[in-house]
């Protein structure tokens, strides 16, 4: 009788409470080759694209390759279904669909990650010497802990636009016969100041300076006076393989990133750690579950649309950003140019804001909800809400919305776990969802819980990327 009690009130709570498993357990070997696999081709990604600009740059030759068009040399007018077409916006964000059989005024299904990263940029007059030191002045992109970006290599990417506009590529640092950079820190010997102030006081902006030189112009006449010479052998050096001279700072766009590369975190190798994981390790999976519907036979019911945007880190503003208008252009072509159409598609469409989740970290328990948190390897992360100060900024998805989205993912066995980031008056984020529930679609955002997000090397856990992934192709296929 009691065992029989006991039998009943496991299958009751098996009913009635949402456990939540580690995806790793009772993995089988297929799928576990799947998951190394995805793993591989995002550490590459990671490596290849540390930039906005890298990632558009390889994310349409990847497109190109499985046959997608670029809308710039598109012949026929007419989009018929199964066609594949895309959008370069400026070299820094990039938009591609797969036209679906129905028309796009009956919806869309969209999947929106951004591939801006923190990072530090460049000042326009950033080289200066000091102490026989040549250094580059910055100012951060994104919101970093400032005293993260010290004592670590460095490496150096973005473009030099010159009067004619020719644009000359810098990417040095990754190579591993390449130099890298970095930034001093304060030894802790003489720190006993520095370590009394507040955190976001030990290292301040206009302290991130890199350091890139230190060896004087070896020919003193050339210089005129004697001062900064160390700082002239770093503008000949640069003229010399570049042609750029000072002035050419003003116009360029150049950001220092960390020169690691992405490797695998922990003696089970289960994690990838990284710089840039948000937002790539949403924009990879989402592009990769575009590309695989554009492989099937047939056309998908649906048009899919696969937007990665630029900007997003500080706040989705600028000419390549979500806010512009590029997004709704795009749609506009799929509807066929109707303005009365579009607002349709609006209205009809759905949209995933893929973007990472803050994942529960034990050291710092103190800030996360647990109920409510995502966890590592617990599969994709749904954030109905997200903003801060009672969900100020947040977009927070319908209800029927949500529950859409969690029974695709149910259906395909796939799961999902709950996303809000940290406990309430904690702090909290923003992501591109709002731009989306601005036009009148449905959108929720989802996508996989990061450890240290926003620092030089962020963690995720490759089942959770290889979950999301599996989530993405099914929200195409069944939104
Ligand atoms: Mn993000
Ligand atoms: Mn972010």
């Known amino acids: 009788m009691a065992k029989e009690t006991k039998e009943k009130k496991e299958k009751l709570s098996d009913k009635l409470f949402y456990k939540l498993k580690n995806c790793w357990e009772g993995i089988d070997k297929k799928t576990e080759k799947d998951v190394e696999e995805l793993a591989s081709s995002y550490k590459q990604f990671l490596n290849m694209a540390k930039t906005e600009r890298e990632c558009v740059d390889v994310i349409s030759a990847l497109l190109e390759k499985n046959g997608f068009v670029n809308i710039d040399t598109l012949k026929q007018k007419t989009l018929k279904p199964g066609m594949k077409i895309y959008q370069n916006i400026r070299g820094k964000s990039i938009l591609a669909a797969i036209v679906g059989k129905k028309s796009a005024i009956e919806g869309c299904n969209i999947l929106g990650a951004h591939i801006d990263s923190p990072r530090l940029d460049l000042k326009q007059n950033p080289l200066y010497e000091d ?13 970093i802990k400032k005293y993260q970006w010290t004592t670590i290599p460095l490496s150096m990417h973005g473009v ?7 644009k000359t590529a810098i990417r040095i640092g990754d190579d591993p016969d390449d130099p890298v950079f970095t930034i001093t820190d304060l030894l802790i010997h003489l720190a006993k100041e520095q370590m009394e102030k507040k955190a976001s006081l030990v290292v301040e902006g206009e302290d991130l300076d890199v350091l890139v030189g230190s060896r004087p112009y070896p020919d003193s006449s050339a210089n005129g006076s004697e001062k900064e010479k160390v700082k002239l052998a770093i503008l000949d050096l640069l003229n010399k393989k570049y042609g750029i001279t000072e002035k050419d700072f003003a116009s360029a766009e150049i950001e220092f990133v960390p020169a690691f590369k992405a490797s695998d975190v922990g003696l089970d190798r289960s994690m990838i750690g990284s710089y840039g994981h948000d937002d790539r390790c949403c ?25 990665l945007s630029d900007k997003e880190e500080i706040g989705s503003a600028g000419n390549t950003g979500a806010r512009a208008l590029h997004f709704e252009n795009f749609l506009n072509l799929l509807c066929g140019g109707d303005f009365a159409d579009l607002r349709k598609c609006f209205l009809n469409s759905s949209m995933l804001s893929a973007d990472v989740d803050a994942a529960f970290d034990p050291a710092y328990a103190s800030v996360f909800d647990k109920k409510n948190g995502s966890f590592l390897g617990k599969g994709i992360s749904l954030s109905k809400y997200t903003g801060s100060g009672g969900k100020y900024g947040a977009s927070d998805a319908n209800a029927e919305f949500c529950a859409k989205v969690q029974a695709i993912f149910d259906r395909n066995n796939l799961q999902w776990q709950f996303g809000e980031l940290g406990k309430v008056d904690k702090g909290g984020g923003g992501t591109i969802a709002l731009y989306a529930a601005h036009l009148g679609m449905d959108v929720l955002d989802c996508g996989v819980p990061v450890l240290s997000m926003h620092s030089p090397f962020e963690v995720i856990s490759k089942i959770d990327l290889y979950t999301t992934y ?7 296929r069944e939104a």
């Open 131 to 143: 102490s026989d030191l040549a250094l580059f002045d910055t100012h951060y992109y994104g919101g």
């Open 160 to 166: 030099f636009v010159n009067k004619d506009g020719k």
């Open 283 to 307: 924009a990879w999976p989402a592009l990769l579950a575009l590309i695989t519907h554009g492989n099937e036979k047939t056309a998908p019911a649906k048009s899919l649309v696969c937007y």
């Open 470 to 476: 599996k989530a993405y192709i099914a929200f195409l």
